[in-house]
């Protein structure tokens, strides 16, 4: 069972910084695709970033400039750093992995992030 776990959310000011972790049971290199995505009370999941095996880095446009997407594959460890917050960032941020071998999609549990204006 591969588990991809979440850490770093918190309640920060508008303006402040985060950063998020994301660690695997499964080595990185095993997934072609690893993506954070974050879900607000009532709307939509809503894809953030994402990086390649290859480290190719693609944002959405809310977040671009702001937000910087990273892995690690010595310590199996995926993370986002989010900067200059803004409180439409709130929200429940989720780990996504999609394997090479297979193409399945993992999630994580997820961890909250808040930010007050």
């Known amino acids: 069972q591969v588990q991809l776990v979440e850490s770093g959310g918190g309640l920060v000011q508008a303006g402040g910084s985060l950063r998020l972790s994301c660690t695997t049971s499964?080595?990185?290199?095993?997934?072609?695709?690893m993506g954070w995505y974050r879900q607000a009370p009532e709307k939509q999941r809503e894809w953030v970033a994402s990086i390649t095996l290859g480290a190719v880095t693609s944002y959405t446009e809310s977040v671009k400039d702001r937000f910087t997407i990273s892995r690690d594959n010595a310590k199996n460890t995926m993370s986002l750093q989010m900067n200059s917050l803004k409180p439409e960032d709130s929200g429940l941020y989720l780990c996504n992995g999609e394997s090479l071998v297979g193409r399945r999609d993992y999630w994580g549990q997820g961890t909250q992030v808040t930010v007050s204006s």
């Open positions: 499964m080595a990185l290199h095993d997934f072609k695709r």
